[in-house]
């Protein structure tokens, strides 16, 4: 099936800083969706990349889709407490539309 | 948040007994999915639901079964539960089974397997 490979799997910041997480897969992705969940929590739909190159933004987050659709990163610019939590990206699993695999996921902790 | 209850949110039994773990939701939505959550494996889909009374295994079956015999209602059975089913079960639920559809997650079920 099909595997996408997240990394970090941890990143600590001080409050301010910039994070950045990588999703990678060998191979092409039709899209992709980010998702969040805070500690103690459910995870939570971000946002979904479809088109090649796309970069999208919500306030402090940018997501963008590699050009050749196999890769994809979320950047949080000058990090705040409130982003604590585990970030996954999560694509397709084989040829099948039901059914997501989610990547590892990277836990940011972020120090005030 | 979506209209998505699971119960119960904790349970503690032994190794040997079934558990039944409940999901509702009053979405309407088709798509029904179980997934399990460890720590250095993320979210790892248990089976999913395509509608009433048609299921699917997914990457980690083994051990589980499920049913749906309305709209609504999710349920994940372990027939014997065992300490590796220790872990959080999130259900999900989306309106269509297409990748450009969020799913939205219910609160999770804690179990403990002594």
């Known amino acids: 099936g099909q595997q996408v490979m997240q990394i970090p799997q941890y990143q600590h910041v001080q409050e301010g800083e910039d994070f950045t997480t990588y999703c990678n897969s060998s191979t092409t992705l039709s899209n992709i969706q980010w998702y969040k969940q805070r500690p103690g929590g459910h995870p939570v739909f971000l946002i979904q990349l479809v088109k090649s190159g796309e970069v999208k933004k919500q306030k402090r987050l940018t997501f963008q889709f590699g050009e050749a659709k196999k890769n994809s990163s979320l950047h949080i610019t000058a990090t705040q407490t409130t982003d604590v939590g585990i970030y996954f990206c999560v694509a397709r699993s084989g040829g099948s539309n039901y059914k997501l695999t989610f990547g590892k996921g990277t836990l940011l902790t972020v120090n005030p | 948040d979506a209209g998505i209850t699971q119960s119960p949110r904790h349970k503690v039994t032994e190794t040997g007994t079934p558990v039944t773990l409940r999901c509702h939701q009053t979405?309407?939505?088709?798509?029904m999915y179980w997934y399990r959550q460890d720590p250095g494996h993320g979210l790892r889909l248990i089976h999913y639901?395509?509608?009433?009374?048609?299921?699917d295994k997914g990457e980690v079956s083994d051990g589980y079964s499920v049913s749906r015999s309305k709209t609504e209602d999710f349920l994940l059975t372990l027939e014997s539960a065992t300490s590796s089913q220790t872990s959080v079960y999130f259900c999900?639920?989306?309106?269509?089974?297409?990748?450009?559809?969020?799913?939205?997650f219910g609160d999770g079920t804690r179990l403990s397997i002594l």
């Open positions: 979405e309407n939505h088709r798509y």
């Open positions: 639901s395509y509608g009433v009374k048609d299921t």
């Open positions: 999900a639920i989306s309106e269509a089974g297409q990748l450009n559809q969020p799913q939205h």
